[in-house]
C-alpha cells in the first residue's frame, strides 16, 4: 500500500489568489490524479499528473485554472487560480498503480 | 446519463444486522471496481479492486462480488465502527470526458450501524 499526504491540510484564501497544493507519496507509484470532493458530494475527477510531462484534464477542468506540476514519482503539486467562493471544496490527491489506488487525508479549500 | 450509481443512498441497520450495499454501472472497457470506505472530514480508505464478473474478495466482515453489469458490497454482521460512507468507482477503457483516465466515482452509500 501506499500512505499519501497533503499539504496544507486546510486554508481560507481571498478571492482573486491562488493556492498549492502538495502531495507527497510514500513510495514511488505509476499514477497520481487530483480530485474535487465538493460539500456532501461524491468525488470527481480533476485530471491525471504525468510525471515529466503536461498533465491530462477531465472535461470541465483547465490548464489555466489548475495548473499541475509531476516532476518525479513520488510528488506532485496542484495550483487552483484566480480563486473564487464556487472554488471552495476538498481536494483529494490519489496514487498507486492499476489495480490499487489510495488517497490522500484532502486539502480543505474555503475562498472568501 | 450516471454511469455509477449506488443504492441505497442511505442505509440504518442495527448492530448485528447483515445487508448488501449495491453499485451498477454503464460503462464499456470496465478496466476495475473499485471500493472504498470514506469517513466524515477523511480521504477515501481503499477496500478492494475487482476486474471481471463473478470475482469475490473479502475483509474481515466485508465481501465485494461483481457481474457484468453491478457490484454488491455484503456487510455480515456490521459493527457500530462499520458505519461511514461507502464509495464504488470504475476504471474505464475511455475517459469520462477527456481521457484523464481516473476513477469515476457514485454518490456513495452513507451506512450507519446502531448499537
Known amino acids: 500500500s501506499a500512505v499519501i499526504s497533503q499539504k496544507p491540510s486546510r486554508d481560507i484564501c481571498q478571492r482573486g489568489t491562488s493556492l498549492t497544493i502538495q502531495c507527497q507519496v510514500d513510495?514511488?507509484?505509476?499514477?497520481m490524479f487530483w480530485y474535487r470532493q465538493q460539500p456532501g458530494q461524491s468525488l470527481t475527477l480533476i485530471a491525471t499528473?504525468?510525471?515529466?510531462?503536461?498533465?491530462?484534464?477531465e472535461s470541465g477542468f483547465v490548464i489555466d485554472k489548475f495548473p499541475i506540476s509531476r516532476p518525479n514519482l513520488t510528488f506532485s503539486t496542484l495550483t487552483v487560480s484566480n480563486m473564487s467562493p464556487e472554488d471552495s471544496s476538498i481536494y483529494l490527491c490519489?496514487?498507486?498503480?492499476?489495480?490499487?489506488?489510495?488517497f490522500g487525508p484532502g486539502t480543505r479549500l474555503t475562498v472568501t | 446519463e450516471d454511469q455509477v450509481t449506488q443504492s441505497p443512498e442511505a442505509l440504518r441497520l442495527q448492530e448485528g444486522e447483515s445487508s448488501s450495499l449495491n453499485c451498477s454501472y454503464t460503462?464499456?472497457?470496465?478496466?476495475?471496481l473499485f471500493w472504498y470506505r470514506q469517513d466524515p472530514g477523511k480521504g477515501p480508505e481503499f477496500l478492494f479492486t475487482?476486474?471481471?464478473a463473478g470475482e469475490e474478495k473479502e475483509k474481515e466482515r466485508l465481501k465485494a462480488t461483481l457481474t457484468k453489469k453491478e457490484s454488491f458490497l455484503h456487510i455480515t454482521a456490521p459493527k457500530p465502527e462499520d458505519s461511514a460512507t461507502y464509495l464504488c468507482?470504475?476504471?474505464?477503457?475511455f475517459g469520462l470526458g477527456g481521457g484523464a483516465d481516473g476513477l469515476t466515482f457514485g454518490k456513495g452509500t452513507h451506512l450507519i450501524i446502531q448499537p
Open positions: 490519489s496514487g498507486g498503480g492499476g489495480n490499487e489506488q489510495y
Open positions: 513510495s514511488q507509484v505509476t499514477m
Open positions: 499528473a504525468n510525471q515529466g510531462s503536461e498533465a491530462t484534464y
Open positions: 460503462v464499456s472497457g470496465l478496466r476495475g
Open positions: 475487482l476486474y471481471s
Open positions: 468507482a470504475v476504471h474505464h477503457r
